[in-house]
């Protein structure tokens, strides 16, 4: 499922820099809010992380 995400453009620049592949790393900070939250599990997070 596609998300979409609007930062201001400064902040998208600077985590750009600092992280390269910002959409995976938005994906994944997704993926961890939901194991920390409950709302996903270990294995559910795994395939994320590999996908």
Do not use: C, F, N
């Not at 910002?22 to 409950?38: F, K, Q």
Request: charged share 30%; aromatic share 4%; net charge negative.
């Amino acid at each position: 499922m596609p998300v979409t995400i609007e930062l201001p453009e400064e902040i998208e620049r600077q985590l750009e820099a600092e992280w390269k592949d910002l959409p995976r790393r938005a994906l994944e900070a997704v993926a961890v809010e939901g194991y920390r939250s409950g709302a996903l599990t270990r294995g559910q997070v795994g395939s994320v992380h590999s996908g």
